[in-house]
């Protein structure tokens, strides 16, 4: 494929072929970013792009759906089958446009939502004012207890209840302790709203069992296919049987229109992916590396929010080294690191140019790194920050982190081979 691509596009083929040296020649700490099987790579960039195919298996707008519905049924019965949940819709199109139809299949616009604020660890489509949930809902933000950085549950009871939302979003972008969606769910019960869970970031850790499942406690459960899940970009939902002909309704036609069929096709592979012990083992081993980093960090005196880890996500607050996490987030990108800056819960800072920096394992730990580099990485940051001026320092940190990847190259498939 990519010879062809060579062929009829150079110029393009180039871009591919340095983002692909890019990709194998950094450390990527970016924790919704993760490196896909060649077998998903195939998958997402087959023939199925071409077909229309709105609509769902046995009941579709255009004809020709012959394999189309073969797939897109083997994609559902996966995606039941490890989540455990009665009914699936493989269709969104990310995460995002998947919490939108969660939404609407259960309420009006105008009713009142309650998801976490963006600055405390939610994600834009939790209701957060720029996002079309925070302008179409009537969106009350619950935070994190600003002592712990962890839930307040009770906090979160009493808030619900005087705000009496028809939704309560569990779920996170930035949160990196365990959720516990049971008492979510017994909230919602209490106000009599809807529980719908996003488990975008942690996907892959709940059906490999390390984070407990949202499915039993939730309406709804939204997550993202790519993030530690390890799939092609996407999006799906999981629903009790009650909501699935809702969920279905406003997938298609409530919000999109054809499925994007190469990307389920991909949806299907990664889910067989998933379903076996060696995808048990790696997200185990993303847990072991999140902590053996987060230790290391906590040694150099680094701060973390909530004070460290149970999931594959880090999250430091930099007020302590007063560097700024944009100007340390470009410094470490210099050095091969990257990274994304973030707001810390109770940010002092604007969102701009923000006082934290969330750092997750899933990439590092697919290509084969412990925690022995995990370790190795944190003080190649702490490095970067003491010297975050520096540039000479800079560069040979560079260079450490490039022998480092040279030793965990990405899993052969991965690599773009290199033109001749
Ligand atoms: C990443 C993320 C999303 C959005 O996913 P996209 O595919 O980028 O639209 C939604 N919710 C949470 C909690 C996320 O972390």
Redesign the pocket.
Known sequence: MLTALEQYDPQIYELVRQEGARQSACVRLIP?ENYVSRAVMLASGSCLTNKYAEGYPGKRYYEGQQITDLIETVARQRAKKIFKADHANVQPY????A?LAAYLALIKPGDTIMGLALPHGG?L??GWKVSLTGKIFNSMQYGVSAETGRFDYDQIRDLAKKNKPKIIIS???AYPREINFEIFGDIAKEVGAYHVS?I??ISGLVVAGIHKSPVPYADIV?T?T??TLRGP?G?MLLCKAEHADKVDKAVFPGIQGGPHMHTITAIAVALAEADTPEFVAYAKQIVKNAKAMAEKLLECGFNLASGGTDNHLILIDLRNKNIPGKKLAKALDRARIETNYNTIPNDPAPPANPSGLRLGTPAITTRGMKEEQARQIAEFINKVAENVDNESVIEQVAKDVLLMCSQFPVPEHFIIPNKK
């Open positions: 919704s990310s995460g995002s446009v919490n994600h489509t939790h779920g996170c972008t996003d975008a970031h939204s993202t790519h993030k970009r999006g």
